[in-house]
């Protein structure tokens, strides 16, 4: 291999570039882990004072948005966790009177999940953050638009071709 790339330029080039994406695609995932880690202890605490986790206002915002649609299984999808994390999750939100769990049939296990007042009223006071409008404040719509569609299709590559 090594008289390969002695006698041979373009290979050499061509591994010398294989190591510089190599090590670009490195330092990108570095950044992305350092920014999203940032964001989640800055939004963590803020939250703190409500006594809200960021994870659970997560699973309250897409409970939510899924509205009827939400179930065990929709919500452990749109939050990209597993069906049985969720669950113990909806279990403990439930004992602390944010969601109801309901059975959609009395004939299936199939639970749906609801927003209670509780629950309302923390997405509520959640919502309003300084703290994200503080960290995206700088970006022009240009840039936002830019960020958005590049990590769209990151997560898209990711869907189409888990590693």
Do not use: C
């Amino acid at each position: 291999m090594v008289t390969q790339t002695r006698r041979n330029p373009k290979r050499k080039l061509e591994l010398m570039e294989n190591q510089n994406l190599a090590e670009s695609n490195f330092k990108l995932w570095a950044l992305i882990g350092r920014v999203n880690h940032s964001i989640i202890l800055a939004r963590q605490k803020e939250l703190n004072q409500y006594h809200i986790p960021v994870r659970q206002y997560q699973v309250l915002r897409t409970i939510q948005e899924l509205g009827s649609r939400a179930t065990l299984t929709q919500l452990a999808k749109s939050v990209e966790r597993k069906v049985h994390v969720i669950s113990k999750q909806a279990v403990s939100m439930e004992r602390d009177g944010l969601i109801r769990r309901i059975k959609n049939t009395p004939k299936t296990n199939l639970l749906k999940l609801e927003l209670t007042d509780k629950g309302i009223e923390v997405i509520k006071i959640a919502r309003q953050s300084n703290t994200i409008d503080s960290i995206f404040s700088f970006l022009s719509a240009e840039e936002r638009q830019q960020m958005e569609s590049a990590l769209n299709r990151i997560l898209s590559n990711l869907k189409d071709d888990p590693v």
